[in-house]
């Protein structure tokens, strides 16, 4: 009495070979995790190949700027603190709380904490710039418009929010950057 194992169907045998590609990419994706500057070169590398793509087809300048407009979406987001304190200082007025970032010496210290993480950052933006370079080899993304005016529409628009957010970090005394900050050694010296 042979036991036969039933038989796969064709949908659970790619469901099942597409799971396994996907814990691959994956672990691609974990393995990656603590090279930052060779991850962020990467990047650089993808957006030059796709900048150059733009000039040298002299087109998809719809695309390019939509790309622009969604990467400084992501670069204001990484730039905020997660619990925004303007947001936190009017519920608490409303709530008849105090708190907020810690403005005295005897105050708890808050660490800054991104809106969006470096990783996630880095993973968006590179998706993006592939997918827009994907987008540029297909005519209908192609739409004919004149592109001094998106250029400097997207300059006006860049100056305008980094110099809010800008004002934003200056009035709750935060900075998102490590570098700058005081380090202080582990031993005892």
């Not at 990467?42 to 000039?55: C, K, N």
């Not at 592939?130 to 001094?148: E, R, Y």
Request: hydrophobic share 45%; net charge positive.
């Amino acid at each position: 009495m042979d036991s036969q194992e039933p038989e796969q169907t064709p949908y659970a045998a790619v469901s099942a070979q597409g799971s396994r590609l996907a814990r691959q990419y994956q672990a691609y994706l974990d393995k990656s995790t603590p090279f930052v500057t060779y991850r962020w070169i990467g990047t650089g590398a993808l957006l030059l190949i796709f900048l150059l793509r733009i000039v040298l087809a002299q087109g998809w300048y719809i695309v390019c700027y939509s790309l622009g407009i969604y990467l400084l979406n992501l670069f204001l987001a990484f730039l905020q603190p997660k619990f925004d304190p303007s947001f936190e200082q009017d519920t608490e007025l409303e709530d008849g709380a105090a708190g907020g970032l810690p403005t005295k010496q005897d105050e708890e210290f808050r660490p800054f904490i991104r809106r969006l993480p470096e990783f996630k950052f880095w993973y968006s933006a590179t998706r993006a710039i592939a997918v827009g370079f994907f987008c540029t080899w297909w005519t209908i993304f192609d739409i004919p418009v004149f592109w001094p005016v998106l250029v400097v529409y997207w300059i006006i628009l860049f100056c305008l929010t980094m110099r809010r957010q800008i004002q934003h970090m200056i009035k709750y005394r935060y900075v998102p950057f490590s570098f700058g900050k005081t380090r202080y050694n582990r031993s005892g010296k």
